[in-house]
């Protein structure tokens, strides 16, 4: 017990640190909403700046200078801690000022992306400026022991831990009840309210950052003497902060600090385990503690689809259909085999390279640029790859090509665990969670002798197929021509699948839920589904990419796929163009020991600084052209090589005379006794309704009325009590795309498009449950929509895109459809219109449930009419019979029920058909 008790108390240490980090990330999302990845970075350049303090120089960190500058003699520890986090305040609001502050609108992911770029371009400016060497630092807490048992402790630990929850205390009584605490809070709420107030937003912010820098240089200036300086693990000391500020909620100091202290101590004992334990694995325990805690907070706190009004919109970029592809391909094979055949040695081995990375690109354009989940682990998991495919070989004898396939695949599964908090978390949240993948996996295995890893690496076997050897060779054969055209024919073979993924109905659903979950949902896409497919898909990639780096260093070892160069590499992809197959290519050749790195290499010397660069990229890049590099790139007006042939459109019931309704006495959607609860909120009690075959039901109410919110229940976006019959089917333990699979479609009152994909594609994503090209066509057609069908629909107008909403709803031929607010952004003539489309579409087989605040809309198009007042219903009738009911007019006028029936006499209720919201 005492030996337990001995590793926790060591790991306080650490775990004060993890707590100061964290501590940090609360005060900058606190005032910022950025989520600084740099922190521990900010730490770590702290810690150097004072341990050359202390020794007489002050660190230059402008390349061209002096690297250090003599100050005469060694400074104290006092004055040099002092001069230390003056200037990482100063550096918090330098990198504020310069990249968060022109950001304050950006989505917090890609906030979080800006300074993932700015922890590389701290962490390689050390490097660039002192060196990798350890650093040893002297102690600055009296070093003085007790007994514990038979085990002698040192006090530092304790005093560091007292130090940081002091620090703790004195943030939470300053954050509440100190005018700047108070101020900060209201300007994380709402920045126009600050102003409205006489607040000072950026002031908060800046004196924020630079609170929050200081806070973290002093954990990295305390723990310096305990954990020898090292710029890499300095810098991952983010992921345990992560880990803590996770289970603090991104606000609770408290919280965020003890979770902190908790992590350092039981990674403490994680290592007393695995030298206590023969069944405790011998490495990466001590990484697998945040990770685990990562995914059982996250686990408990996700949700599988985000509510209504939190819906997470990630501006990644444009990606483009590849309309056109197979000629690009061709002269891309054409100009990489001249290139090969002209090139030996070092260059060849770029281009190499260079095809290499372009297949871990195309894994990245999966994950993140289709499916929308930034993904920090992909050559992690090429590293899964290329030692799986030394352990198929070696161990297995199983040979080329069948190992790197089954390579591939394994590394598609893990890919798949990587996947599945993605069920119940997005956006920033599962960021994290692949960062600390990356970090177990390496420790865990790579760098795990007994796990066929280690830092000697493990041997890999020559490619050999029909007897010829495709390895890459040595000596003056280096690179063989035959690797090369491997490479090449690997990269081929993927770019293709990417640029067929990305026109599939797979990709449009990627896209969409990529644009927005809850409406994908509501097409019929498997949301959870896609989104696997997605890291699948992806994995696969990045095995086949990990196999070739295996082959290319005729072993697996665990510096190529190190957590720190995943970083890097997804900085340059995302850089290039994170959304296209273009970006891809253009990543594998700007990628480390690619072409563009040669000849920075060889022509400027610039090799030393790629990654500084690198950092600088993806930061420029994620501010001013999320598109990346290749968005920029001139395109060639290639021609269409399939030749595609016309389809014919059936425009019935776009022009003409409307069809007359049709009802019929078939029920096609019965609800009854719904209701729907939000905490101590009713917004929905015994909602009772039926709509029949062919008909068309006005659902209608006062603002606030609980419209949406019986849509949602019906759609399976609510919890709700109740039964929901479609077509004599019970919908209650359906969920929302089972629901739309059945037949019941549904729009959303704020439109909720994918503005990333065309028109037609829009609509496409709708017959995903049903429907084809015909009928996407026809839909075109019947609402005036041809000329735009392949404009994005981020560039139509408000009446454009209502339209787009309704015919992606209509693809599928749903048997009821969930109309909310249709005739939203149009006027007068263009309702009207509107009403006679969806009268054709009614005519056609679907019936409606119609949700306007244009009552002319309702009262002359519905079969009937339900009306809503607080949650309940409170009529139902004919439009005429609801243009004349007193208890309608109370509810429009908020008038007592008498003084309605006057009114309606005084000619009142003619105020309902005006095109006003209620």
Same mark, same amino acid.
């Given at each position: 017990?005492?030996?337990?008790?001995?590793?926790?108390?060591?790991?306080?240490?650490?775990?004060?640190?993890?707590?100061?980090?964290?501590?940090?990330?609360?005060?900058?999302?606190?005032?910022?909403?950025?989520?600084?990845?740099?922190?521990?970075?900010?730490?770590?350049?702290?810690?150097?700046?004072?341990?050359?303090?202390?020794?007489?120089?002050?660190?230059?960190?402008?390349?061209?200078?002096?690297?250090?500058?003599? $100050?005469?003699?060694?400074?104290?520890?006092?004055?040099?801690?002092?001069? /230390?986090?003056? @200037? !990482?305040? =100063?550096? *918090?609001? &330098?990198?504020?000022?310069?990249?968060?502050?022109?950001?304050?609108?950006?989505?917090?992911?890609?906030?979080?992306?800006?300074?993932?770029?700015?922890?590389?371009?701290?962490?390689?400016?050390?490097?660039?400026?002192?060196?990798?060497?350890?650093?040893?630092?002297?102690?600055?807490?009296?070093?003085?022991?007790?007994?514990?048992?038979?085990?002698?402790?040192?006090?530092?630990?304790?005093?560091?831990?007292?130090?940081?929850?002091?620090?703790?205390?004195?943030?939470?009584?300053?954050?509440?009840?100190?005018?700047?605490?108070?101020?900060?809070?209201?300007?994380?709420?709402?920045?126009?309210?600050?102003?409205?107030?006489? $607040?000072?937003?950026?002031?908060?912010?800046?004196?924020?950052?630079?609170? /929050?820098?200081? @806070? !973290?240089? =002093?954990? *990295?200036? &305390?723990?310096?003497?305990?954990?020898?300086?090292?710029?890499?693990?300095?810098?991952?000391?983010?992921?345990?902060?992560?880990?803590?500020?996770?289970?603090?909620?991104?606000?609770?100091?408290?919280?965020?600090?003890?979770?902190?202290?908790?992590?350092?101590?039981?990674?403490?004992?994680?290592?007393?385990?695995?030298?206590?334990?023969?069944?405790?694995?011998?490495?990466?325990?001590?990484?697998?503690?945040?990770?685990?805690?990562?995914?059982?907070?996250?686990?408990?706190?996700?949700?599988?689809?985000?509510?209504?009004?939190?819906?997470?919109?990630?501006?990644?970029?444009?990606?483009?259909?590849?309309?056109?592809?197979?000629?690009?391909?061709?002269?891309?094979?054409?100009?990489?085999?001249?290139?090969?055949?002209?090139? !030996?040695?070092?260059?060849?081995?770029?281009?190499?390279?260079?095809?290499?990375?372009?297949?871990?690109?195309?894994?990245?354009?999966?994950?993140?640029?289709?499916?929308?989940?930034?993904?920090?682990?992909?050559?992690?998991?090429?590293?899964?790859?290329?030692?799986?495919?030394?352990?198929?070989?070696?161990?297995?004898?199983?040979?080329?090509?069948?190992?790197?396939?089954?390579?591939?695949?394994?590394?598609?599964?893990?890919?798949?665990?990587?996947?599945?908090?993605?069920?119940?978390?997005?956006?920033?949240?599962?960021?994290?969670?692949?960062?600390?993948?990356?970090?177990?996996?390496?420790?865990?295995?790579?760098?795990?002798?007994?796990?066929?890893?280690?830092?000697?690496?493990?041997?890999?076997?020559?490619?050999?197929?029909?007897?010829?050897?495709?390895?890459?060779?040595?000596?003056?054969?280096?690179?063989?021509?035959?690797?090369?055209?491997?490479?090449?024919?690997?990269?081929?073979?993927?770019?293709?699948?990417?640029?067929?993924?990305?026109?599939?109905?797979?990709?449009?659903?990627?896209?969409?839920?990529?644009?927005?979950?809850?409406?994908?949902?509501?097409?019929?896409?498997?949301?959870?589904?896609?989104?696997?497919?997605?890291?699948?898909?992806?994995?696969?990639?990045?095995?086949?990419?990990?196999?070739?780096?295996?082959?290319?260093?005729?072993?697996?070892?665990?510096?190529?796929?190190?957590?720190?160069?995943?970083?890097?590499?997804?900085?340059?992809?995302?850089?290039?163009?994170?959304?296209?197959?273009?970006?891809?290519?253009?990543?594998?050749?700007?990628?480390?020991?690619?072409?563009?790195?040669?000849?920075?290499?060889?022509?400027?010397?610039?090799?030393?600084?790629?990654?500084?660069?690198?950092?600088?990229?993806?930061?420029?890049?994620?501010?001013?052209?999320?598109?990346?590099?290749?968005?920029?790139?001139?395109?060639?007006?290639?021609?269409?090589?399939?030749?595609?042939?016309?389809?014919?459109?059936?425009?019935?019931?776009?022009?003409?005379?409307?069809?007359?309704?049709?009802?019929?006495?078939?029920?096609?959607?019965?609800?009854?006794?719904?209701?729907?609860?939000?905490?101590?909120?009713?917004?929905?009690?015994?909602?009772?309704?039926?709509?029949?075959?062919?008909?068309?039901?006005?659902?209608?109410?006062?603002?606030?009325?609980?419209?949406?919110?019986?849509?949602?229940?019906?759609?399976?976006?609510?919890?709700?009590?109740?039964?929901?019959?479609?077509?004599?089917?019970?919908?209650?333990?359906?969920?929302?795309?089972?629901?739309?699979?059945?037949?019941?479609?549904?729009?959303?009152?704020?439109?909720?498009?994918?503005?990333?994909?065309?028109?037609?594609?829009?609509?496409?994503?709708?017959?995903?449950?049903?429907?084809?090209?015909?009928?996407?066509?026809?839909?075109?057609?019947?609402?005036?929509?041809?000329?735009?069908?392949?404009?994005?629909?981020?560039?139509?107008?408000?009446?454009?895109?209502?339209?787009?909403?309704?015919?992606?709803?209509?693809?599928?031929?749903?048997?009821?459809?969930?109309?909310?607010?249709?005739?939203?952004?149009?006027?007068?003539?263009?309702?009207?219109?509107?009403?006679?489309?969806?009268?054709?579409?009614?005519?056609?087989?679907?019936?409606?449930?119609?949700?306007?605040?244009?009552?002319?809309?309702?009262?002359?198009?519905?079969?009937?009419?339900?009306?809503?007042?607080?949650?309940?219903?409170?009529?139902?009738?004919?439009?005429?019979?609801?243009?004349?009911?007193?208890?309608?007019?109370?509810?429009?006028?908020?008038?007592?029920?008498?003084?309605?029936?006057?009114?309606?006499?005084?000619?009142?209720?003619?105020?309902?058909?005006?095109?006003?919201?209620?």
């Amino acid at each position: 017990m005492t030996d337990h008790l001995t590793y926790l108390f060591l790991g306080l240490g650490n775990g004060a640190v993890y707590a100061a980090i964290g501590l940090a990330l609360v005060m900058t999302f606190k005032s910022s909403g950025v989520v600084n990845f740099a922190t521990g970075a900010v730490a770590l350049y702290c810690a150097y700046t004072y341990a050359l303090l202390r020794s007489g120089e002050l660190m230059i960190p402008i390349p061209g200078l002096p690297k250090t500058v003599d $100050l005469g003699q060694p400074l104290g520890v006092a004055p040099a801690m002092i001069i /230390s986090l003056i @200037i !990482a305040a =100063l550096l *918090g609001m &330098l990198f504020y000022a310069l990249i968060f502050r022109p950001m304050r609108n950006a989505s917090v992911v890609a906030k979080a992306v800006a300074s993932i770029g700015l922890m590389l371009f701290i962490q390689s400016l050390i490097a660039l400026r002192v060196g990798t060497d350890p650093v040893a630092v002297a102690a600055i807490i009296p070093l003085k022991t007790f007994n514990l048992g038979d085990t002698s402790l040192p006090t530092d630990r304790f005093w560091l831990a007292v130090i940081v929850i002091a620090i703790a205390v004195v943030a939470t009584l300053v954050y509440r009840y100190t005018r700047f605490g108070v101020a900060t809070e209201a300007a994380a709420e709402s920045e126009k309210g600050a102003y409205l107030t006489g $607040l000072s937003p950026d002031r908060i912010a800046f004196s924020n950052w630079a609170l /929050s820098s200081a @806070i !973290a240089g =002093l954990g *990295g200036i &305390l723990i310096a003497p305990l954990v020898t300086l090292n710029p890499i693990a300095y810098t991952l000391f983010i992921v345990p902060a992560l880990a803590a500020t996770l289970v603090g909620n991104f606000s609770s100091i408290w919280l965020t600090v003890v979770a902190g202290i908790v992590i350092g101590c039981l990674q403490s004992e994680a290592i007393n385990l695995q030298t206590s334990y023969s069944w405790v694995p011998k490495a990466g325990v001590a990484e697998f503690v945040p990770l685990i805690l990562i995914l059982i907070f996250l686990v408990f706190k996700g949700r599988a689809l985000p509510d209504r009004g939190a819906v997470i919109r990630q501006p990644l970029g444009r990606a483009p259909r590849p309309d056109r592809f197979l000629i690009p391909a061709v002269l891309g094979v054409v100009v990489a085999v001249i290139a090969l055949l002209a090139t !030996a040695g070092s260059w060849r081995a770029a281009i190499v390279t260079t095809m290499i990375f372009g297949v871990l690109g195309l894994s990245q354009v999966v994950v993140t640029g289709f499916a929308g989940q930034i993904s920090l682990a992909q050559l992690t998991l090429a590293g899964v790859g290329a030692f799986s495919v030394s352990v198929l070989n070696t161990h297995l004898g199983i040979p080329f090509p069948f190992a790197p396939i089954i390579a591939a695949l394994f590394a598609g599964a893990i890919g798949l665990i990587v996947g599945l908090p993605a069920l119940r978390v997005r956006g920033l949240p599962l960021t994290v969670v692949t960062l600390a993948l990356a970090v177990f996996l390496e420790a865990f295995w790579f760098r795990n002798p007994s796990l066929n890893g280690g830092t000697t690496g493990s041997p890999i076997d020559d490619p050999r197929l029909f007897g010829m050897s495709l390895g890459i060779g040595s000596g003056e054969a280096y690179p063989r021509m035959g690797f090369a055209v491997l490479c090449l024919v690997v990269l081929l073979a993927c770019a293709l699948f990417v640029a067929w993924l990305r026109r599939s109905r797979l990709g449009m659903s990627m896209l969409a839920v990529r644009a927005n979950e809850r409406s994908a949902a509501a097409t019929g896409i498997n949301v959870p589904v896609v989104k696997l497919a997605g890291f699948g898909i992806a994995a696969v990639l990045a095995g086949l990419c990990g196999s070739l780096i295996g082959y290319q260093q005729t072993l697996a070892t665990p510096d190529p796929f190190t957590v720190f160069v995943g970083i890097t590499v997804f900085a340059l992809i995302y850089t290039a163009g994170v959304t296209s197959v273009g970006g891809a290519i253009l990543a594998g050749i700007m990628a480390p020991g690619g072409v563009f790195y040669l000849a920075f290499d060889r022509f400027i010397n610039l090799g030393d600084y790629y990654t500084l660069i690198s950092g600088v990229l993806l930061i420029i890049t994620v501010m001013a052209n999320p598109d990346g590099i290749a968005s920029r790139l001139p395109r060639i007006p290639f021609p269409a090589v399939r030749i595609r042939r016309p389809v014919a459109v059936d425009t019935t019931g776009a022009q003409g005379e409307t069809p007359q309704p049709n009802v019929t006495d078939h029920t096609a959607l019965a609800i009854d006794g719904v209701g729907v609860r939000y905490g101590a909120v009713q917004a929905a009690e015994d909602v009772t309704l039926k709509v029949h075959e062919g008909e068309i039901v006005g659902l209608i109410g006062p603002n606030g009325a609980g419209k949406t919110t019986v849509i949602d229940a019906i759609s399976g976006f609510a919890p709700a009590t109740g039964t929901v019959v479609l077509d004599g089917l019970d919908l209650g333990a359906k969920r929302p795309h089972e629901r739309s699979r059945a037949g019941l479609g549904r729009s959303f009152q704020d439109v909720e498009l994918y503005d990333d994909l065309s028109a037609a594609e829009n609509i496409a994503v709708g017959a995903t449950n049903g429907g084809d090209d015909t009928r996407v066509a026809v839909l075109l057609a019947m609402l005036g929509l041809d000329e735009h069908s392949k404009t994005e629909v981020s560039s139509l107008s408000q009446g454009q895109r209502q339209l787009v909403s309704v015919a992606r709803v209509l693809a599928s031929k749903p048997k009821v459809a969930l109309l909310d607010e249709p005739a939203a952004g149009l006027d007068t003539n263009e309702s009207r219109w509107l009403g006679l489309k969806l009268r054709a579409a009614c005519a056609d087989g679907t019936a409606m449930l119609l949700v306007d605040h244009d009552m002319d809309l309702v009262l002359t198009l519905c079969d009937r009419v339900v009306v809503l007042d607080l949650g309940r219903v409170i009529a139902t009738g004919t439009p005429a019979e609801i243009r004349d009911n007193p208890e309608v007019v109370r509810a429009y006028l908020g008038v007592p029920a008498d003084t309605a029936v006057d009114l309606h006499h005084d000619g009142v209720p003619e105020l309902m058909t005006q095109e006003s919201t209620p």
